[in-house]
């Protein structure tokens, strides 16, 4: 699975859209960008995840430039309760399911 | 529909003891993963169990071992336990082996401390 980087920490007010980028210049073909985030002491919870195109859900948006290089999570209107670790993780879709390999993240702080 | 759940959530040993921690998965779940979290090396992937067999292993001793049972609870256990080994345990479940999504479901984690 490709390596990611992420920045460690970023502030965002409440309200406003919070944009995490994450650098993933040697993704595979086939490897897909997830998003998981971990609010603390609490397990890990999917976010999104993406191929090529762009996603969005009722909890994010995942954009990935053209190359497949980079990604950004976008919350669109960040709450209190959206402070948390966001992991970016490449991997295959369709193999090794249950093995996820998690970096440092970012530490979003959403301030008042 | 009920989530992961880990038994128990908080536990005390002393080194050299052994401990053993359960998961239940999500109902219909087949997948059973396991995660070590601890302030320096963060989230590390222990093992991954589907249909009663370990599919995955990371990288740790042997002292780490788990099992699933037919109705694809698990449980892992850490022998001779040592002060590095306190942690956050968390287990993880999927539908199946290999999915559309790789979508995984967390539970809230075993804290175990190590005296």
């Known amino acids: 699975d490709a390596k990611t980087t992420q920045p460690p920490s970023m502030d965002c007010a409440e309200g406003r859209a919070a944009n995490l980028p994450c650098n993933h210049s040697?993704?595979?073909?086939?490897?897909?960008v997830y998003w998981y985030r971990q609010i603390h002491s609490q397990g890990p919870q999917y976010i999104i995840h993406g191929l090529k195109n762009n996603e969005t859900n009722e909890m994010a948006s995942l954009i990935i430039t053209e190359d497949r290089k980079s990604s950004t999570l976008i919350l669109p209107h960040a709450t209190l309760r959206d402070t948390a670790v966001y992991y970016c993780?490449?991997?295959?879709?369709?193999?090794?399911?249950?093995?996820?390999?998690f970096g440092q993240g970012t530490t979003l702080q959403v301030k008042p | 529909k009920a989530g992961v759940t880990q038994t128990p959530r908080y536990l005390i040993k002393t080194r050299g003891q052994q401990v053993t921690l359960s998961c239940s998965p999500i109902?219909?779940?087949?997948?059973v993963s396991w995660y070590q979290q601890t302030p320096g090396q963060g989230l590390q992937f222990l093992f991954e169990y589907f249909s009663e067999t370990q599919r995955n292993k990371g990288n740790f001793p042997g002292r780490f071992s788990g099992r699933q049972f037919s109705n694809s609870r698990s449980e892992m256990n850490v022998s001779t336990l040592e002060l590095g080994d306190s942690a956050l345990y968390l287990c993880a479940s999927s539908p199946r082996l290999a999915t559309d999504t790789g979508e995984l479901f967390f539970g809230e984690g075993s804290r175990l401390t190590v005296l």
């Open positions: 109902s219909g779940h087949r997948s």
């Open positions: 993780i490449v991997r295959v879709s369709s193999s090794n399911t249950g093995k996820l390999i």
């Open positions: 040697t993704i595979s073909g086939n490897e897909y």
